[in-house]
């Protein structure tokens, strides 16, 4: 089976839903917890902490599963661009890569060293408590999260100023294609 010049220049679909669920997940989790502390404390608010604990879980488990995947079977293109761009791209990628499994791993550490209700289901015990460890913990996670916010807005406005600037496709091997 020949594949056409235009799907050899697209990722692969596994790719492309890897890409657009991590950024999904990513915004979805920063709204959610900069809006936790608006529901009202009790029930709400531990329903609200929990699925922002269950859904970091699945982003971390997300992002080591692309990671996996981009160093096994998917689809590698060709760099765009010249001189230093190729070399940016690759650091900003391996960046967020980087970021949210920090920002993942430092969640972890505040369940840690803080005992948490799970969905009023059970207590999420806590290994040793210390409220000034979770406090800086906690910071360190929002800067971390709010930084990789930051930088997938940046990363949003290069591929349109590849895609409406440049016009060299860069975006269009990361839409998915229909049909």
């Known amino acids: 089976m020949t594949s056409s010049?235009?799907?050899?220049?697209?990722?692969d679909s596994r790719t492309i839903w890897f890409h657009w669920l991590t950024a999904i997940l990513v915004v979805g989790q920063w709204i959610g917890a900069k809006t936790i502390d608006m529901w009202p404390r009790g029930s709400l608010q531990?329903?609200?902490?929990?699925?922002?604990?269950?859904?970091?879980?699945?982003?971390?488990?997300?992002?080591?599963?692309?990671?996996?995947w981009r160093a096994t079977d998917g689809r590698r293109l060709p760099e765009v661009g010249?001189?230093?761009?190729?070399?940016?791209?690759?650091?900003?990628?391996?960046?967020?890569?980087?970021l949210i499994v920090a920002v993942v791993a430092l969640g972890l550490t505040m369940l840690s060293?803080?005992?948490?209700?799970?969905?009023?289901?059970?207590?999420?015990?806590?290994?040793?408590?210390?409220r000034a460890l979770f406090r800086s913990v906690h910071s360190v996670h929002d800067l971390l999260a709010t930084t990789i916010?930051?930088?997938?807005?940046?990363?949003?406005?290069?591929a349109l100023v590849?895609?409406?600037?440049?016009?060299?496709?860069?975006?269009?091997r990361m839409i998915p294609r229909l049909g």
């Open 162 to 172: 590849h895609q409406y600037v440049w016009r060299n496709g860069v975006l269009a």
């Open 82 to 98: 010249t001189g230093i761009l190729p070399l940016l791209a690759k650091a900003m990628h391996w960046g967020f890569y980087l």
């Open 149 to 158: 916010l930051i930088a997938a807005g940046l990363h949003a406005v290069v």
């Open 46 to 68: 531990v329903d609200a902490i929990s699925m922002h604990i269950t859904v970091g879980i699945v982003l971390g488990a997300l992002v080591l599963a692309r990671i996996w």
């Open 5 to 11: 010049p235009a799907a050899a220049n697209h990722y």
């Open 113 to 130: 060293v803080h005992s948490m209700s799970f969905f009023n289901l059970f207590m999420l015990p806590a290994l040793t408590s210390n």
